[in-house]
C-alpha cells in the first residue's frame, strides 16, 4: 500500500510529533508499505494567519502522485489533517491546544478582542469539517479521544505510540531524579526545582533544551541548588540511556499533558515516574502505588513522592518492573494494524 | 461581547418562551446577555450581537420581528415556515398589501393571486389550510446577519430559500429529568402522545392503528394528553373506531410536573405530524431525556433522529399501517424497547447536554460578531499570494483556490 504521513513542520524546531510521524513512516515501510512522510511549513501568528496557514493542505493533491495513485493518507496533526483525501485516516497527535484547553490562560494565544475569539471559533470550525471528513479517526491518548469528544463531539479510538527505540537498561538507582523534556513553561519543571529547594537532599538532572531555560536557570540559582540541579541540555541517544539507567525515578508533570513518551521511556528502563494528578493523560500512564506515584501539583508534595521512592528503594524497583510490563504491550505491530484496518 | 436576547418567556405559553427559559441561565453563565421583551422591544443602546427567537405564532413573535426589522442580527428559526407568523404581522394589523407582497415574493403572481383570494374570503386562509405551500419566510432571512437552526432541514431550506449568510446548526437542549413519579396509569402496553389534538398531529391514523393493536392487545391503553383542536370532533371519531373509555385515557393541557410524570408512564411515545412546519418538538427531548422509545412521522427534524431511537414513520398511503406494524413490534419486544431506551439516553447525553448547547451558542455569536472580519482576513491573505503568482479572478485555478475554501467553510 503507498502511505503518506502528512505532518507540518516548524521549521529549525523538532519535538515529539515530528519524531512520532517519521517513526510511523519508517514503522510502515518495515511492515512492508511504501510510505512517505509528507510535510509543510507550519506559522500561526499573527491573526488568521494560522488559517491560511492551514488552508495550505487543503490545495496539496495527494490523491496520487507522479502517476501513480496513493492509497492512503495518515494525518498526525493541526493543519495536517486539512488535507483533502477519499482515503484519510488521522492519527491525532493534537488539536491547535491554544484554540481549546489553552484558551485564556497564561499559554492561550487568543485575546478577548472579537476578530480573535471568532478566530478560534473558526478553528473550532475547521476541525470539525477535516477530522469529520476522515474515514478513521485514532487519538494518540485517551485523553486526547476525549478532548475531542468534548470539544467537537467526534469519537476517536485511543492509540498509544510506543515509546522510541533506545537500548534501555537498568543499570543503577542513583540519588537523583530525572527530567527527560523539552523546558518550556507547560511542562512545569519549575515544580521539580522548587521541590528540590525544599529537600536539600534531593538532586535533579534536567536533559532537553527550550524557551524556558533560562528562567528555569534562574530558579535554581536563586533556590541555591547549584550542585544539586544539573542542567544536561539537548542530550544524544547515548547519554539519555545512561540517564534513564541510573536515575532513581523519572519526573514528568506538564499540565494536563496528552501524551508523551518520557513516561514509557522511563518504565523500560525499569524506572518509576512521578507525576500530578492535574498532568493529564499521565496520570493514566502512571499507576499510582504501581507503576510510580501521583502527587498533587505542589513542591512539597513532589519533594515528598522522590523522598519516598529514595527511602523505599525496593518498592521504587518493584514500580519500575511494573512499569516494563505495561510500556512492552505497546508496539509498533498493534498500531500499524489499526490504522490500517 | 453582550448580547441582546430577544425572545418570549414564561409565562407566555409556547415551547419557545420553554426553550428561552432553559437555555437563558445557561448562557448567561458564559457571556452577557440582556433579555428583552416586548415592552423595551429595542433593548439597550450597548449591545454588541441581537439574537432573535423567531416562530410562526404572530402573538408571542410578532414585536420580535417589528425589532429585527430595525436592527438586523442572528435569528434562531425555531420553525421554517412563517406563514401564520407573516399573516398576523400584515393581514392582523389589517395590511392586505403586506400579506400580497409576501404572497408575490414567495409565489410570483399566481402567489399574489392566491393572496387576493384569501384576502376576498373566496378561499380559506392559506396559513390554516396549506401554510407549507408558502413559507413566507424571506424577509426574515433576508433581514438575518446570521442563523441559528436546531435541524438539517431547516438549513437545507433556507439554503434553498437563497439565504447565504452563515448557518449554526445546533440541537435542541434537554431538561434536566425532574425527580417526579410516574403517573399510576395501567396499559401494556401505555402509549402516550402529547400535544394538540388534531389531523396535522396525525390523530386519526393513530386512533386507527391503535384500534387495531387494541383488538389483538385487550390491556393497551393509549394516553392523549393535549386540547382538541376546534372542529377536530374525538368523540366521534373514539366511538367509530369503537375505542372505549378503558382504551383511552385523556388529559388537556397539563402543567410541566404532571407532563413528565404522564411521559415518565409511558411505555412509547408517539409523536406524529404532517405536515410540518420545520419545528423541532420538546416534547420529543423530554421523551428521549427519560429513555422512552418514540415512534415519529419520518418528515423534517424528525426525520434526522437516529435509527436506534426512533421508528420512522412514512406519511404515506401505508401510514396506518405502517404505524400498526412500529406500535405492534414495540408492544412485543421489550428488548427492542430497551435498546431504543438505551439509546435515547446516550443520544440526549451525547447530543442535547445543555452545557454543549450554551456552548454551540457563544461559538456562534463569537462567529457572528467577529466573523466576518476573520474570513476578509483569511481570503485576503490567499488573493494575495495567488495575484502574486499571477492566478487572476475568474480564472480555472481561482475557482480551484474558492471551491477549496468553500469545503472547509473558510473565507465565506
Given at each position: 500500500m503507498r502511505i503518506a504521513v502528512c505532518s507540518p513542520q516548524v521549521p529549525f524546531e523538532r519535538g515529539g510529533a515530528e519524531l512520532l510521524a517519521e517513526r510511523l513512516t519508517f514503522e510502515l515501510k518495515a511492515h512492508g508499505h511504501d510510505a512517505d512522510l509528507v510535510?509543510?511549513?507550519?506559522?500561526?501568528?499573527?491573526?488568521?494567519?494560522?488559517?491560511?496557514?492551514?488552508?495550505?493542505?487543503?490545495?496539496?493533491?495527494?490523491?496520487?502522485?507522479?502517476?501513480?495513485?496513493?492509497?492512503?493518507?495518515?494525518?498526525?496533526?493541526?493543519?495536517?489533517?486539512?488535507?483533502?483525501?477519499?482515503?484519510?485516516?488521522?492519527?491525532?497527535?493534537?488539536?491547535?491546544?491554544?484554540?481549546?484547553?489553552?484558551?485564556?490562560?497564561?499559554?492561550?494565544?487568543?485575546?478577548?478582542?472579537?476578530?480573535?475569539r471568532a478566530l478560534r471559533r473558526s478553528v473550532h470550525s475547521l476541525d470539525r469539517i477535516a477530522l469529520g471528513e476522515a474515514r478513521k479517526l485514532f487519538a494518540i491518548s485517551g485523553n486526547v479521544a476525549d478532548r475531542l469528544e468534548r470539544t467537537l463531539g467526534l469519537q476517536a479510538e485511543p492509540l498509544l505510540p510506543p515509546p522510541q527505540e533506545l537500548p534501555y537498561r537498568t543499570d543503577s538507582y542513583d540519588d537523583f531524579v530525572l527530567s527527560v523534556n523539552r523546558l518550556d513553561r507547560a511542562k512545569r519543571i519549575d515544580l521539580l526545582l522548587e521541590a528540590a529547594a525544599l529537600d536539600p537532599s534531593l538532586r535533579v538532572v534536567i536533559a532537553g533544551d527550550g524557551p524556558d531555560r533560562e528562567r528555569l536557570e534562574s530558579i535554581a540559582r536563586e533556590r541555591g541548588l547549584d550542585g544539586r540541579a544539573t542542567f544536561a541540555g539537548r542530550v544524544g541517544d547515548a547519554?539519555?540511556?545512561?540517564?534513564?539507567?541510573?536515575?532513581?525515578?523519572?519526573?514528568?508533570?506538564?499540565?494536563?499533558?496528552?501524551?508523551?513518551?518520557?513516561?514509557?521511556?522511563?518504565?523500560?528502563?525499569?524506572?518509576?515516574?512521578?507525576?500530578?494528578?492535574?498532568?493529564?493523560?499521565?496520570?493514566?500512564?502512571?499507576?499510582?502505588?504501581?507503576?510510580?506515584?501521583?502527587?498533587?501539583?505542589?513542591?512539597?508534595?513532589?519533594?515528598?513522592?522522590?523522598?519516598?521512592?529514595?527511602?523505599?528503594?525496593?518498592?521504587?524497583?518493584?514500580?519500575?518492573?511494573?512499569?516494563?510490563?505495561?510500556?512492552?504491550?505497546?508496539?509498533?505491530?498493534?498500531?500499524?494494524?489499526?490504522?490500517?484496518? | 461581547m453582550r448580547v441582546g436576547y430577544f425572545s418570549p418567556l414564561p409565562p407566555t405559553r409556547s415551547g419557545i418562551a420553554d426553550y428561552s427559559a432553559l437555555l437563558l441561565p445557561a448562557l448567561q453563565k458564559r457571556v452577557d446577555v440582556v433579555p428583552v421583551g416586548r415592552r423595551r422591544r429595542l433593548g439597550p443602546r450597548d449591545i454588541d450581537v441581537r439574537l432573535y427567537h423567531v416562530g410562526n405564532n404572530p402573538d408571542a413573535h410578532g414585536w420580535i420581528v417589528d425589532t429585527l426589522r430595525k436592527k438586523p442580527g442572528v435569528v434562531v428559526l425555531h420553525d421554517f415556515v412563517l406563514h401564520h407568523l407573516v399573516a398576523g404581522l400584515t393581514v392582523g394589523r389589517g395590511d392586505g398589501h403586506g400579506y400580497l407582497d409576501a404572497m408575490e415574493r414567495e409565489g410570483g403572481v399566481v402567489g399574489r393571486l392566491l393572496g387576493h383570494g384569501v384576502l376576498d374570503k373566496r378561499i380559506p386562509p392559506l396559513w390554516e389550510s396549506r401554510p407549507e405551500a408558502f413559507h413566507l419566510a424571506g424577509e426574515v432571512l433576508d433581514l438575518a446577519t446570521g442563523l441559528i437552526v436546531h435541524s438539517r432541514y431547516v438549513e437545507r431550506r433556507a439554503r434553498e430559500a437563497g439565504y447565504e449568510g452563515?448557518?449554526?446548526?445546533?440541537?435542541?437542549?434537554?431538561?434536566?429529568?425532574?425527580?417526579?413519579?410516574?403517573?399510576?396509569?395501567?396499559?401494556?402496553?401505555l402509549i402516550g402522545s402529547f400535544g394538540n389534538v388534531n389531523a396535522s398531529k396525525r390523530i386519526p391514523q393513530l386512533l386507527e392503528a391503535f384500534a387495531r393493536l387494541r383488538r389483538e392487545r385487550p390491556d393497551a391503553r393509549l394516553l392523549l394528553v393535549g386540547a382538541v383542536s376546534p372542529g377536530f370532533d374525538l368523540d366521534r371519531r373514539l366511538q367509530r373506531l369503537g375505542l372505549s373509555e378503558e382504551g383511552i385515557v385523556r388529559e388537556a393541557y397539563v402543567e410541566e410536573d404532571r407532563l413528565w410524570s404522564l411521559m415518565a408512564a409511558c411505555d412509547v411515545c408517539v409523536n406524529l405530524r404532517s405536515p410540518t412546519m420545520g419545528e423541532t418538538s420538546g416534547s420529543v427531548i423530554r421523551q428521549l431525556s427519560l429513555g422512552k422509545p418514540v415512534v415519529v412521522s419520518d418528515v423534517g427534524w424528525f426525520s434526522e433522529l437516529p435509527d436506534d431511537v426512533a421508528l420512522k414513520v412514512p406519511v404515506d398511503a401505508q401510514e396506518t399501517e405502517t404505524l400498526y406494524a412500529a406500535l405492534e413490534l414495540l408492544a412485543r419486544d421489550e428488548a427492542a424497547r430497551g435498546a431504543m431506551s438505551a439509546a435515547a439516553l446516550e443520544l440526549v447525553r451525547r447530543e442535547h447536554d445543555l452545557d454543549r448547547t450554551a456552548e454551540l451558542y457563544v461559538a456562534a455569536l463569537e462567529q457572528a460578531l467577529g466573523g466576518d472580519a476573520v474570513s476578509e482576513a483569511v481570503l485576503g491573505d490567499v488573493a494575495r499570494a495567488a495575484a502574486e503568482v499571477g492566478i487572476g479572478a475568474g480564472s480555472a485555478e481561482a475557482t480551484e483556490l474558492a471551491r477549496r475554501l468553500a469545503e472547509v467553510e473558510l473565507g465565506r
Open positions: 510535510t509543510i511549513p507550519f506559522k500561526w501568528y499573527p491573526g488568521s494567519r494560522i488559517l491560511s496557514q492551514a488552508f495550505l493542505w487543503r490545495l496539496v493533491d495527494l490523491e496520487e502522485a507522479d502517476g501513480r495513485p496513493v492509497d492512503l493518507v495518515i494525518a498526525t496533526k493541526f493543519p495536517s489533517y486539512v488535507i483533502r483525501h477519499p482515503n484519510k485516516v488521522v492519527w491525532l497527535v493534537h488539536q491547535f491546544r491554544q484554540a481549546y484547553e489553552l484558551d485564556r490562560t497564561d499559554l492561550g494565544q487568543f485575546s478577548d478582542e472579537p476578530t480573535d547519554e539519555l540511556t545512561e540517564l534513564y539507567a541510573t536515575c532513581l525515578a523519572v519526573y514528568y508533570a506538564p499540565v494536563d499533558e496528552d501524551y508523551g513518551m518520557v513516561p514509557y521511556e522511563a518504565y523500560r528502563a525499569e524506572k518509576p515516574v512521578v507525576t500530578t494528578a492535574d498532568a493529564g493523560w499521565v496520570t493514566v500512564a502512571v499507576e499510582d502505588g504501581r507503576t510510580g506515584l501521583v502527587t498533587e501539583p505542589r513542591a512539597a508534595a513532589i519533594a515528598e513522592a522522590c523522598g519516598w521512592l529514595r527511602e523505599h528503594l525496593d518498592e521504587a524497583k518493584a514500580y519500575g518492573r511494573a512499569g516494563r510490563e505495561v510500556s512492552e504491550r505497546i508496539t509498533w505491530g498493534h498500531v500499524v494494524e489499526r490504522l490500517l484496518s | 452563515p448557518v449554526w446548526r445546533i440541537p435542541h437542549p434537554a431538561w434536566e429529568v425532574p425527580a417526579v413519579a410516574p403517573a399510576p396509569l395501567d396499559g401494556s402496553p
